[in-house]
């Protein structure tokens, strides 16, 4: 890919670097649909399907994108896409969906926010101990051994949301759909039941490939673009692909908001962030040699950021008075989205 895309001019790149990150969030959009029906279909609760596969299939943009920025070498996409989309998620994100109406804020989102600071401090930890605080000023390394450690807490959070999921009332309990599922979470053996999950399955291989390849692309023409423009791959990554890559939750958190639903919006938010610093960050580090280097601007700018983001939505949950996000709150998100971008910029 890379070869085909180096010898394109510029408004071509441009182009095949839009449409490409399209085909990443369309493809990851269509196979969580489909993998939600294969789930059903063999009778797996909805509840369960929404505490995995949603809320991994939100982050498959950012995870792709990580694998084939690992496999090409070029590490700074992969760390700039990751902790760019954690930024990227809770203040535009969640911003927009308090923009359309107050998000509630439930007992439940207390414990993500919880793993989401140990997380993020955990990482920052990680990330200064082998060269200390002349990582403001040269860099620093995030050492291969915490990715294994990261990657090794995404099934213990899974498990965790698992686990918390089945104390609500009939977990099992499903509606009739039209899903391929029958009603009280039995799995559909009838013909129909059997045929659309095969095709369900079929089309998960094939927007599976489609996804591979979008990220391909994607990647490549950022990677050719800062090389041309002489900017970092940290600051395109940041900006536009982390922009793009997090269009799921933009787009989930907005229409969960406006459909009266707000209170999953934040939940979902918090849980891809947490994914992002786990899965994403922790495939790039433990399958980097020697582990992944962390450019200077994450350390002067993403890290900064991201502390005051856990501030601030630290207030905005445990603000018992209220117990919701308004929409001022939400517009003030955005602002903080804003005010980041132009600091990119500027350092």
Known sequence: ????????????????????????????????????????????????????????????????????????????????????????????????GAAFGSIPVLRE??????????????????????????????????????????????????????????????????????????GGGEPDKSDNGISLMLKSLCWVAVFAVFLALGSDAAVSSASTLAGRAGISEVLIASTIIALGTSLPELVTTVNAARKGRGDLAVGNVLGANILNMTLVLGYSASFSEGGVYIAKTIFTTHFPIMLVILAIISYMVYNTSKLRISRNEGIGLISLYAFYLVLLLVT
């Not at 498959?60 to 920025?69: F, Q």
């Not at 955990?122 to 050492?143: D, E, K, Q, R, Y």
């Open 1 to 96: 890919m890379d070869g085909i895309i180096s010898g394109q001019s510029n408004p071509i790149i441009v182009l095949v670097m839009i449409l490409s990150l399209a085909l990443v969030v369309f493809s990851a959009d269509k196979l969580i649909d489909h993998a939600v029906i294969v789930s059903e279909a063999l009778g797996v609760p909805r509840i369960v399907v929404g505490a995995t596969i949603i809320s991994l299939g939100t982050t498959l943009p950012e995870l792709a994108t990580a694998i084939v920025a690992v496999s090409q070498g070029s590490s700074d996409l992969a760390v700039g896409n990751a902790t760019g989309s954690v930024i990227t998620n809770t203040t535009l994100a969640l911003g927009a």
């Open 109 to 182: 989102t207390t414990a993500k926010l919880r793993i989401f600071t140990v997380v993020a401090i955990a990482l920052m930890v990680f990330c200064l101990i082998g060269s200390g605080l002349t990582s403001f000023s040269s860099g620093g390394n995030l050492p291969q051994w915490a990715g294994i450690v990261l990657l090794a807490a995404v099934p213990m959070y899974l498990f965790r949301m698992f686990k918390g999921t089945a104390r609500l009332k009939n977990p099992h309990r499903v509606s009739n759909n039209d899903n391929g599922q029958k």
